[in-house]
């Protein structure tokens, strides 16, 4: 994915749609890439999730925890909370990856963000 196309990803996906062009240019130089093949475990579970993810393009499931949001790992690493498991999808999982440390600094950086979270406007289901 180009820089570009990770800002899209981003500004399409509450919370961070109410950020600016600039501060989604910094978190999506931060993000990395990931692909996910069908039913690929994306996490095992029990665990907190170690990085934030967001869903790009197909999708994903978890057996015990239905249906899933567009994103992964805020309450992880908000919270140390565990995470169910999640697989991709059967068309796979394309999605952006951003580290523990990023997305700190994310929260502190961008306050909507994390009231985002803190109020569960980001946990919309994926579509």
Known sequence: MTLVEKILALK????????????????????????????????????????????????????????????????????DLPAPLVQAGPDGAECLVIARSHFHTVTAECPEVLIGYLTGQADAPAS
């Open 12 to 79: 399409a996906t509450p919370p961070f749609d109410g950020l600016r062009d600039n501060e989604l240019a910094l978190i999506a130089s931060a993000a990395t890439q990931r692909h996910f093949a069908a039913g690929e475990t994306i996490h095992a579970g029990g665990e907190p999730l170690g990085r934030f993810h967001l869903l790009v393009h197909g999708s994903w499931e978890s057996p015990t925890a239905m249906p899933l949001p567009r994103t992964l790992g805020a309450g992880s690493l908000l919270y």
